[in-house]
């Protein structure tokens, strides 16, 4: 009889690698913001699945009830982010939505079908942060050595935020890193070198972390790291923390002072020579960390062994929580920690605005919160004018052009829960508060086993995750956000069955052929929408560049290929009616863009294009830029073209204006 290959004993070590491979790839691809990455992504993950289903001994033997939970919440999430699309009357808006939340859903559920167990979950981690190191230590580089690595010109050189193009993004990546390193450097389980290259690893992380000055990520480093320590307890904690502390802070230090680094401009001369002392900094501490924990190594198995006497251990605990508490309580009075909190506070509210100013270092002490009140209010005012379903997945851009105080531009609610509130409802938050308190809640009660110090870590990470995400857009960027829905498909889904070995493959006659198929299929139909959104979105790429160029064949050409993949985008009928205009085809542009309106009626960026298709026309261009500037109204192109178009009275002057116009896309 031909035995089916077993996903278990040939192709598992690069399957628990695929985390961290999709790590550097999204990192490279703009963190997954644009559709093409987590599109592809997703159609990978599908047929790593499918090829699980179909080979595997026993594809669903990760299946627990938690992980069923989350599946269950994150599923349903899709189905409703689906169905928005309905009522917010544009389709395209909520697939490329689901376009992502598909990726997310797909990494759950492989790599919790997989019945790790703790060896395979600590090797998803180690290379996890292996990726994260090759991005951070590249993304370190293009900082203190731009003569090296130099970045493209399109990326800020300000804050770091090469190459995942966000510094915020870049920031929460080297916060979970160092929390996953401390780990690996502290947790007893672990291999000798592989505590050693983890100590080895943080100040790396930390310098990069310094440069992206991303208040939010260094505060969510602190955070991951005390939940971690508090609830995982590892037991060479002490060991790894001598190893790493002192060498990250001289690191960190060094790389505070050097004044050019820390401007607006880190590519002048004076620069890359700040950038080469550092560099000999940073490296001089790799390897300070490596070798004060490889000779602190001597001292883990005593400290793992230590116990306290049983008589002892209440009594030393309640004076150490009598410590604490004294100790809180002494720090408080001293400092006036309560009006100073107050102050601080009362600078966020309306502090709206943090000053960038040549000295980037002097945001790392402006509490401002940079517009985000203005941000979350405007979510929370769409999630009180239809709190049951919202705006439909994927609108808060719309929302946030026609209702925003401020002429600052946003494309996200800077706030996964508030974000979902606006535009997907109570129920939208409801399933996406379910699928994280499932992932959660699994790992509360696997970290109660042996291997506590690895779930605990995942937790901690994860709830540090789920504390920015509440100020900040992750949720949009696969990179900082996949991981979560690997690693804890993984670490909640059912462990390794130990009497598998024991009964023999020959015993082992997994799920019915009949069930595979349907589940095979099943995941392949997932697939569809995500492999037709990439392939709409490079070919919608390719027609932009293209018109870029000037070259209006190539970009039709590649605007039509957009459409036969998903005809539901605007964005393809809004290139074909530029195209027309300039050869002429008047009538034809107009038609076009009226497409384009019809598949996004509240996207400002359209009516405009109507109006200035209908100007080149020698028509009567305002009624659309009425609508347009409504649906925009403190976007400076908007009142200008507006102005213009006010100012013109006949059909010579509309054609004239119309084509003199700026295009949302080129400025």
């Known amino acids: ?72 919440f ?3 999430y899709c189905v409703w982010v689906l169905l928005s699309g309905s009522w917010s009357d544009s389709p395209a808006r909520a697939l490329l939505e689901f376009n992502r939340d598909m990726a ?34 590249i993304s370190l580089i293009a900082r203190i050595a731009p003569d090296v690595w130099p970045i493209t010109a399109n990326i800020s050189s300000q804050r770091l935020s090469y190459p995942i193009t966000y510094w915020n993004a870049l920031g929460i990546l ?109 490296a001089l501490c790799v390897v300070g960390a490596a070798a004060l924990r490889a000779l602190l190594l001597f001292a883990d198995r005593p400290l793992a062994e230590f116990r306290l006497p049983s008589g002892t251990r209440r009594p030393l605990g309640i004076a150490l929580a009598v410590g604490v508490v004294a100790l809180a309580v002494g720090v408080t009075a001293g400092f006036n920690l309560p009006h100073r909190v107050s102050h601080q506070y009362d600078r966020f509210v309306h502090g709206n605005v943090v000053r960038d100013n040549a000295d980037l270092r002097r945001r790392l002490s402006d509490p401002g919160n940079n517009g985000r009140i203005d941000v979350w209010r405007v ?29 600052q531009a946003a494309k996200d609610g800077h706030s996964l829960y508030l974000e979902t509130m606006g535009e997907l409802g109570i129920v939208g938050l409801i399933l996406i508060v379910g699928v994280l308190a499932s992932i959660f809640g699994g790992l509360i009660v696997r970290r109660r086993g042996p ?46 069955d130990p009497r598998a070995a024991e009964r023999g493959r020959s015993e082992t006659l997994g799920p019915p052929r009949l069930l595979r198929v349907v589940a095979g299929v099943l995941v392949l139909v997932l697939a569809i929408t995500p492999a037709l959104v990439a392939s709409s979105q490079a070919s919608l790429d390719a027609s932009v560049r293209a018109f870029k160029r000037g070259d209006c064949h190539k970009a039709a050409d590649e605007a039509l290929s957009s459409i036969s993949a998903i005809s539901a985008r605007p964005q393809p009928f809004e290139i074909l009616a530029y195209c027309d205009v300039r050869v002429g085809l008047d009538r034809l542009a107009i038609t076009q863009m009226k497409k384009a309106v019809k598949r996004d009626p509240d996207n400002w960026e359209f009516q405009y294009g ?30 200008e073209t507006a102005r213009a178009f006010r100012k013109a009275r006949t059909p010579r002057q509309w054609k004239r204006r119309a084509l003199n116009a700026r295009l949302p896309f080129q400025r």
């Open 74 to 76: 994150l599923g349903a």
């Open 174 to 282: 080297c916060a979970l890193s160092i929390v996953f390193c401390v780990h690996l450097t502290s947790s007893e389980r672990e291999p000798p070198i592989v505590r050693v290259l983890g100590a080895a690893a943080v100040p790396v992380f930390a310098t990069t972390l310094y440069f992206t000055f991303s208040r939010g990520s260094i505060v969510t480093t602190a955070i991951g790291l005390v939940l971690y320590l508090l609830i995982g307890r590892p037991r060479a904690m002490l060991t790894g923390l001598l190893a790493v502390a002192p060498v990250t802070a001289v690191a960190v230090v060094t790389a505070y002072g050097k004044d050019a680094l820390s401007s607006i401009d880190p590519t002048t001369a004076q620069a890359v020579s700040e950038g080469r002392d550092l560099a000999l900094v940073v």
């Open 610 to 639: 109507l109006a200035l298709v209908t100007g080149a026309a020698g028509r009567d261009p305002r009624p659309p830029m009425r609508t347009s500037l409504a649906l925009n109204p403190r976007d400076s192109l908007n009142q």
């Open 451 to 496: 291997d506590r110090a690895l779930y605990s870590v995942i937790l901690a990470a994860g709830l540090a995750w789920a504390i920015h995400a509440g100020v900040d857009w992750d949720w949009e960027m696969p990179v900082i956000t996949l991981w979560l829905f690997a690693l804890g498909g993984a670490a909640i889904g059912a462990l390794p």
């Open 379 to 407: 979510a929370r005012d769409e999630f009180d004018r239809s709190s049951f379903h919202g705006s439909g997945a994927g609108t808060y851009e719309t929302l946030w052009n026609r209702y925003r105080p401020v002429p």
């Open 104 to 137: 997310y859903l797909l990494a759950l559920a492989l790599f919790g079908s997989l019945a790790a167990g703790s060896r395979g979950v600590a090797w998803m981690l180690r290379g996890l942060v292996l990726g994260a190191f090759v991005v951070c230590a």
């Open 1 to 72: 009889m031909i035995r089916r290959m077993s996903i278990a004993r040939l192709p598992a070590a690069p399957l628990l690698l695929v985390p961290g491979a999709l790590t550097v790839y999204l990192a490279f691809n703009a963190g997954g913001f644009f559709p093409a990455a987590p599109g592809w992504v997703a159609v990978g993950l599908a047929v790593l699945l499918v090829l699980r289903i179909t080979l595997a001994e026993e594809p669903f033997a990760g299946v627990s009830p938690w992980l069923v939970a989350a599946l269950g």
